[in-house]
């Protein structure tokens, strides 16, 4: 029912900054929930943040927490995931995903829709 692409992954130094941004497809796009996920390789996939409909909430996970800040623009059918002071613990692949369930979950089950991911590579 909706299509999810992410871009804007790259190599980076610790402490450096990313902005990733999902591309959604279709008008019912402002009806989901979104959320980011990361996996590392041999890890299982983790729990980044999620927002509302509207963007008025969101909810970040602790280790992430206070350095990424997630955005919306329904008019745009567009996600946003601003990382800020970037740690090599951050190397993963980065997903976004789509959910019609209630809240903000933070469980991948939660949610039906998936991109490709990008890869966001942190050196020191």
């Known amino acids: 029912q909706v299509q999810l692409v992410e871009s804007g992954g790259g190599l980076v130094q610790a402490g450096d900054s990313l902005r990733l941004s999902c591309a959604a497809s279709?008008?019912?796009?402002?009806?989901?929930?979104v959320g980011w996920f990361r996996q590392a390789p041999g890890k299982e996939r983790e729990f980044v943040s999620a927002?509302?409909?509207?963007?008025?909430?969101?909810y970040y996970a602790d280790s992430v927490k206070g350095r990424f800040t997630m955005s919306r623009d329904n008019a745009k059918n567009m996600v946003y995931l601003q990382m800020n002071s970037l740690k090599p613990e951050d190397t993963a692949l980065y997903y976004c995903?789509?959910?019609?369930?209630?809240?903000?979950?933070?469980?991948?089950?939660?949610?039906?829709?998936w991109g490709q991911g990008t890869q966001v590579t942190v050196s020191l």
């Open positions: 995903a789509a959910t019609q369930s209630p809240g903000l979950p933070s469980g991948s089950g939660e949610y039906a829709y």
């Open positions: 279709g008008r019912t796009f402002k009806t989901y929930t």
């Open positions: 927002i509302s409909r509207s963007g008025a909430s969101k």
